[in-house]
């Protein structure tokens, strides 16, 4: 996969209303699935689902206790953007030649 489309997949985390919504939440606590679930009035599954998708891209983290799980923003969401463009930007150009 070219560095353009990881980066790509990593700001198509931020697309989506719910994974916003997330966001905005656990930027003041951590949360579990459940309470997440209530809040947003949404089933575990969906929730659950974009949990995982924010999770894969380093923009939340996980901690588990017993059988829970709580999750919460793995840095500040400025310093995430912020160094997702510095990686784009960083990277070189690529051209293709047109007949």
Same mark, same amino acid.
């Given at each position: 996969?070219?560095?353009?489309? @990881?980066?790509?997949?990593?700001?198509?985390?931020?697309?989506?209303?719910?994974?916003?919504? @997330?966001?905005?939440?656990?930027?003041?606590?951590?949360?579990?699935?459940?309470?997440?679930?209530?809040?947003?009035?949404?089933?575990?599954?969906?929730?659950? #689902?974009?949990?995982?998708?924010? #999770?894969?891209?380093?923009? @939340?983290?996980?901690?588990?206790?017993?059988?829970?799980?709580? #999750?919460?923003?793995?840095?500040?969401?400025?310093?995430?953007?912020?160094?997702?463009?510095?990686?784009?930007?960083?990277?070189?150009?690529? #051209?293709?030649?047109?007949?």
């Amino acid at each position: 996969m070219k560095q353009t489309e @990881i980066c790509a997949r990593r700001f198509q985390v931020l697309s989506d209303p719910i994974r916003l919504r @997330i966001i905005l939440l656990l930027r003041e606590q951590e949360m579990c699935v459940g309470a997440l679930s209530e809040t947003l009035a949404l089933n575990q599954p969906k929730v659950s #689902y974009h949990l995982k998708r924010m #999770y894969d891209q380093g923009l @939340i983290k996980r901690r588990s206790e017993y059988t829970w799980c709580y #999750y919460s923003l793995a840095k500040d969401i400025r310093t995430w953007v912020n160094d997702e463009l510095d990686f784009l930007l960083g990277l070189e150009p690529t #051209y293709t030649k047109s007949g």
